[in-house]
Each structure stands twice: as C-alpha cells, then as structure tokens.
C-alpha cells in the first residue's frame, strides 16, 4: 500500500488563527486526495476531494472557506483550517488513492485542539 | 436513506478466539467494499477488500464475506491477538463522477482480552 505522511501529527492553536496541515504521498504520484474529520469515537467524515491542478469538491455542509484546500502537486495536498475556533477542534486524516483509482490509504492523522 | 451500518459496536473476545465483525449496507449498487483497522490516535489501516462478484476473500489471518442477497459484509479474524484490538470500519464504495467514494460505517470496537 501507499506511505502516506502527515504534518503536524499534533497541534493546539489558540481561537482565531489558522492552522496548515500537510498530508504527502511518499511512494507514488496521488492524482487525487481525501481530507476526513472525526470526532472521538465516531466514524470518519469525508469533508473534500482534492484534485492534483484543480479546485477541490468540497462535500455538503463544509464550509470552503473555512476549510482551505490546496492540491499543488502529485505528492503533496495541504488542508488550512482559517479562523479556527474550539469546535473545529477534531482528528484531521487525509488519504491518498491508487493507481487503479480504488483503494484509499490513509495517513496517519492530525489532532487539531482549538484553545 | 442508504446508508452502512454495522450491528455491534463493541465486541470483547478472549485472545486465541475468533471474531467476527458484522456490516449492513443498503445501497444495492455498491460494488466494492473495504474493510479497516484503525488503532487509538492513528490513521484507519486497510485490511481487506472484496469486489461484488465475490462471495469470500482471504487473507492472512482474516476472511471477508459478501452476501448480496441481504446486503452484509463481515469480517472474520482468526486465533484474535492483543494486538488486533482496535476499532474496524466497513467502508462502502459508491460511484460518483466515475470515481470511487468511501462512506464509513459507525465502526466496531474489537476489545481482546489475554
């Protein structure tokens, strides 16, 4: 499966700031990336596709300016939480696809806590 | 609305045991499934897929079955180790725009006791 890495695996940002999380493939070109959100014991949420070049498809309910997302290459995909206030606080997981356009691989997650 | 479910939330075995993880889905046009295992603080691990035009795969240790008729999935694990405990997510795959999007069921916590 994909190495999928995420950065930073942990971050507390004080209310009102924006925080950049990073999620890159390390193996192979993702032409296409996930960016899910779960709460504590909860499943997980798909918030938006990312599409390498493209602007990304963002899922019912999740405010795009709130939640930026930039795809700027085949590897790296990054997830800007803007003004973030405390109930942003959440598990942010990204996946990668593969080649044959099924299976995802997830990275190993990042907990944003929002003082 | 269509959607994944799973039946029991929390499943406690004792280690050397099998165990089995039930999954319901209701969308009769999903046609690919995967199953995951995602421990405390990480990211979900894949563990197994099956294609509708399958009934059962193997792996190491683990089994999925596919039964169209009453739209469920399982997986099975077999000799359970301390270290299979974690939460395992069925992930149905639903076409749209031509790619495959997961939707996770709620999700069941594997507890195995040694």
């Known amino acids: 499966g994909a190495v999928v890495s995420q950065h930073p695996s942990r971050v507390i940002c004080k209310s009102g700031t924006s925080v950049k999380i990073e999620c890159r493939s390390l193996d192979f070109q993702a032409t296409t990336m996930f960016w899910y959100r779960q709460f504590p014991k909860k499943s997980l949420m798909l918030m938006a596709t990312s599409n390498e070049g493209s602007k990304a498809t963002y899922e019912q309910g999740v405010e795009k300016d709130k939640f930026l997302i930039n795809h700027a290459s085949l590897t790296l995909s990054t997830l800007t939480v803007t003004s973030a206030h405390p109930e942003d606080s959440s598990f942010y997981i990204c996946s990668v696809r593969d080649s044959r356009g099924d299976t995802q691989y997830f990275g190993p997650g990042t907990r944003l806590t929002v003082l | 609305g269509e959607s994944v479910g799973l039946h029991l939330p929390t499943l406690s075995v004792q280690e050397g045991d099998n165990s089995i993880i039930n999954c319901a889905y209701s969308?009769?046009?999903?046609?690919?499934f995967i199953w995951y295992k995602q421990e405390s603080g990480k990211g979900p691990q894949f563990i197994i897929d099956?294609?509708?035009?399958?009934d059962k795969r193997q792996g190491q240790r683990v089994t999925v079955l596919l039964n169209k008729t009453v739209k469920h999935l399982s997986l099975q694990i077999a000799a359970t180790q301390p270290g299979d405990s974690a939460v395992y997510f069925c992930a149905e795959n639903r076409s749209r725009g031509g790619s495959y999007i997961p939707t996770f069921g709620r999700g069941t916590s594997l507890i195995v006791h040694p």
């Open positions: 969308n009769s046009a999903s046609d690919y």
């Open positions: 099956i294609r509708s035009n399958m």
